[in-house]
């Protein structure tokens, strides 16, 4: 008998999306199915291109389709559209041709909150998003720096059209004032420039906006959770007492403004020596899976001490980008997708975020 497409799918509705928890079929992931003769041809529409598990589901796809009696061969296909989020809220208003926006946030200064969004954003960009992250430290702007570009902005009509550097688009105040030049502005004038880096820079269509938001819980987050909708938010630690005391409010300022917490990702969690190799806890060791564990928010991972992360930083290089990548590239390609992930599954269930391990 001629295999058809009926049984394809009925095949393909047994594999179960590992994070979402239910079939390709009903989450209309499956695409173009072609029979020729017996040899079956589709293509898997994945929720983010930086899905970790694809192998996974294409083992089990091919385990399913393997029951069809006469199947001749199976060429698996990949495509991904990342799901837009939906929510809002009264005053809030979504950035035109932005699917998702999330911010990344520590409690206190100093741990590295601004080396995790850069690297997040540039490794989303190299699974093939469309990616942008917006520098809302006012007062400190570090991201062009991290991202190894300088310049002025050009103006298209009355909008901005943002620098672009390892194809993530970048908006910061430090395309806009010199190196040396301190902002010295009260709260309103701070909520007025983030507004302008968010609605009136030329952002064109992104998968993720990521934004860099100052230390702490002051005027700019209150802004931005106040301005659009945000699908989440990621805190940043160390492993150190102080830095999880600040870490635990910033968790508490998203609850209370009803924006989900993607994860806590923790940072400096131990220097690898490069010439034994011996781990030193430095800032202590398993505060942040903790406090993630404490609070019931996912602990997304941590990301060791490296001396090419602080000089990527430096020089504009992003240590994401190392290849071969090393102890903390590796790390941050593994956060990377864990926070993808989370940002699927929100969009398309509304179910709590899964707890990590």
């Known amino acids: 008998m001629a295999v058809t497409e009926a049984q394809v799918r009925e095949a393909l509705s047994r594999v179960i999306e590992p994070e979402l928890h239910r079939d390709l079929i009903t989450l209309d992931m499956v695409r173009d199915i072609r029979i020729e003769d017996a040899d079956v041809t589709f293509t898997i529409v994945l929720t983010t291109p930086a899905c970790p598990l694809k192998k996974e589901i294409e083992a089990s796809a091919r385990g399913e389709l393997s029951r069809i009696a006469g199947l001749g061969s199976v060429t698996v296909q990949w495509d991904a559209k990342v799901p837009q989020h939906r929510g809002g809220g009264s005053g809030k208003q979504a950035v035109p041709g932005v699917s998702n926006i999330f911010a990344v946030t520590s409690g206190k200064g100093g741990v590295g909150k601004t080396t995790i969004s850069v690297n997040l954003a540039v490794a989303l960009a190299?699974?093939?998003a469309k990616v942008g992250i917006c520098d809302c430290d006012i007062y400190g702007p570090n991201v062009p720096l991290m991202m190894g570009i300088h310049g002025t902005p050009r103006a298209a009509g009355n909008r901005i059209v943002p620098m672009v550097n390892y194809d993530v688009k970048i908006m910061s105040?430090?395309?806009?004032?010199?190196?040396?030049?301190?902002?010295?502005?009260?709260?309103?004038m701070v909520h007025s420039a983030i507004r302008q880096f968010l609605f009136q820079?030329?952002?064109?269509?992104l998968d993720y906006l990521v934004i860099d938001l100052p230390p702490g819980t002051g005027d700019a987050q209150l802004t931005l959770v106040q301005a659009v909708p945000l699908m989440g938010g990621l805190v940043v630690t160390t492993?150190?007492?102080?830095?999880l005391l600040d870490a635990k409010k910033?968790?508490?300022?998203?609850?209370?403004?009803?924006?989900?917490v993607l994860g806590i990702v923790e940072n400096m969690s131990g220097f690898a020596c490069p010439h034994c190799g011996t781990v030193s806890p430095i800032f202590s060791e398993g505060g942040g899976r903790q406090t993630a564990e404490k609070y019931g928010v996912p602990f997304?991972?941590?990301?060791?001490?490296e001396l090419e992360v602080r000089s990527g930083g430096d020089e504009g290089r992003p240590i994401a980008l190392r290849e071969p990548p090393s102890a903390a590239a590796q790390a941050l390609q593994e956060l990377t997708r864990r926070t993808a992930?989370?940002?699927?599954?929100?969009?398309?269930?509304?179910?709590?975020?899964?707890?990590?391990?």
Do not use: K
Not at 201 to 205: I, L, N, R, S, V
């Open 126 to 128: 190299q699974s093939g």
């Open 173 to 188: 105040m430090a395309f806009l004032t010199g190196e040396d030049t301190p902002l010295i502005w009260r709260g309103p």
């Open 201 to 205: 820079t030329d952002w064109g269509e």
């Open 239 to 243: 492993p150190q007492d102080v830095s």
């Open 250 to 260: 910033a968790i508490m300022m998203f609850r209370q403004v009803n924006v989900p």
């Open 300 to 305: 997304l991972g941590a990301v060791p001490i």
């Open 341 to 357: 992930a989370q940002i699927s599954v929100q969009n398309l269930t509304g179910a709590p975020l899964p707890v990590i391990q």
